[in-house]
């Protein structure tokens, strides 16, 4: 699969009377949306209402109170998403460029660290640490993630935070492209980040 071109699979995801708890607090009731190849989708609501919750739960990482979540198209959906937390994840003393190795390996691609460094604007910092990283450049490495091995579902918790007006506009570009490609961004955000969604979702019991 690439990036810059159609996915040779299309995925679609099912959401049916999601309900979310953290304890004995319930975040979420009855949720219930579908996602077509090519959405973008939004995730809204105020702090603690359950967003990093549900792209949690969509990404296999937490277990739902009630109700399922469907993939078609896939096989293993855990093979064809990133998800991307509000924690950038880095070790401060490997470079930008082991960062990237680390993942190439981990995602199973070569070759394909130049470009995810150019993508990002981080050819520069390549060679740099990352605890000299500005906030903003810590969290395009992060970001690297979803160009480096290209896969079809993006979770996405907060992706602008730290980005400067030149990064949303990358970051815009990047999520763009992806739909276009036929693939499907979910980013559960306080504000709009930049592209047209294709549905804006607020989640909250």
Request: charged residues 20%.
């Amino acid at each position: 699969m690439s990036g810059s071109g159609p996915f040779q699979d299309k995925m679609s995801l099912r959401v049916e009377q999601l309900s979310l708890s953290r304890g004995e607090r319930l975040l979420a009731r009855d949720l219930s949306f579908e996602v077509q190849a090519g959405s973008y989708v939004e995730i809204r609501g105020g702090n603690g209402t359950g967003k990093t919750t549900l792209l949690r739960a969509i990404g296999g990482y937490f277990r739902p109170r009630e109700g399922r979540i469907v993939f078609e198209g896939v096989e293993e959906p855990s093979l064809a998403l990133h998800y991307v937390g509000h924690l950038n994840g880095l070790k401060g003393g490997a470079s930008v460029r082991s960062h990237l190795r680390y993942w190439a390996g981990l995602f199973g691609v070569v070759g394909e660290e130049e470009n995810a460094l150019q993508r990002l604007g981080l050819r520069a910092q390549a060679d740099l640490p990352a605890r000299v990283l500005s906030q903003g450049q810590s969290r395009r490495l992060a970001l690297t993630r979803l160009v480096l091995a290209p896969r079809l579902l993006w979770l996405l918790d907060e992706p602008a935070a730290g980005l400067d007006a030149q990064g949303k506009a990358m970051l815009a570009d990047l999520i763009s492209a992806h739909c276009s490609a036929g693939g499907i961004a979910l980013a559960a955000v306080h504000e709009p980040i930049g592209p047209t969604p294709t549905r804006v979702l607020t989640v909250g019991a």
